[in-house]
């Protein structure tokens, strides 16, 4: 479904992200059935992160054969290598939360148009919620335009972050940050 209201560009991307969507709200249904590969410690792929790569590729390169791709798991081997517009793909964001069955991982693509972001698509499928963004033009939740929280106090504020889990990550720095902004802030969120 693509709506009069987005740049030409920003429907290619929707319709690619729920297609990519279907494809992981369809394995979600039986998780314990997906093939997982590790790509290093605590970084995982799986045939669904290819799966929904692909068919994100298919979409954005069928509409914009002369396109330039970025993608997680192929990196740059399809389209075009020197155009100004790049499409930057992560078919499965969240793919560890994906594979232990915690429903929090979304289908993110991007467009950099000479290096600027310019265009952006965020879908979670499990909730059916598709944040847009353009340039200039604001941001949206299924239509509905969202902003920046007004709250400027950190005792008024929800943090919601990662924590590194790489080797090689700053582990214990990290935590001295967290533990030091944790009793100030109103609450802290991990979701993955």
């Not at 994906?98 to 499990?126: M, N």
């Not at 924590?163 to 720095?173: A, E, L, S, V, Y």
Request: overall charge neutral; hydrophobic content about 40%.
């Amino acid at each position: 479904m693509s709506s009069p209201n987005l740049h030409p560009m920003l429907n290619v991307a929707v319709k690619a992200a729920r297609a990519a969507g279907a494809i992981i709200n369809r394995a979600a249904l039986d998780v314990e059935a997906v093939r997982v590969s590790q790509k290093q410690v605590n970084d995982f792929v799986t045939e669904v992160d290819h799966a929904a790569e692909q068919i994100i590729i298919e979409t954005l390169l069928g509409a914009y054969p002369g396109h330039g791709i970025l993608a997680e798991e192929s990196g740059n081997e399809h389209g075009a290598k020197d155009s100004d517009y790049v499409w930057i793909i992560d078919p499965l964001d969240g793919t560890t939360n994906f594979i232990h069955g915690f429903p929090v991982y979304c289908v993110s693509i991007a467009l950099s148009v000479k290096g600027r972001i310019e265009q952006a698509v965020v879908y979670d499928p499990t909730r059916n919620d598709l944040f847009t963004a353009t340039r200039g033009r604001g941001a949206y939740m299924n239509d509905r335009r969202i902003r920046v929280s007004k709250r400027v106090r950190l005792p008024e504020c929800l943090i919601s972050t990662g924590f590194p889990f790489r080797t090689g990550d700053n582990f214990k720095q990290y935590l001295a940050i967290m533990a030091d902004l944790m009793p100030r802030a109103a609450g802290l969120r991990r979701p993955g």
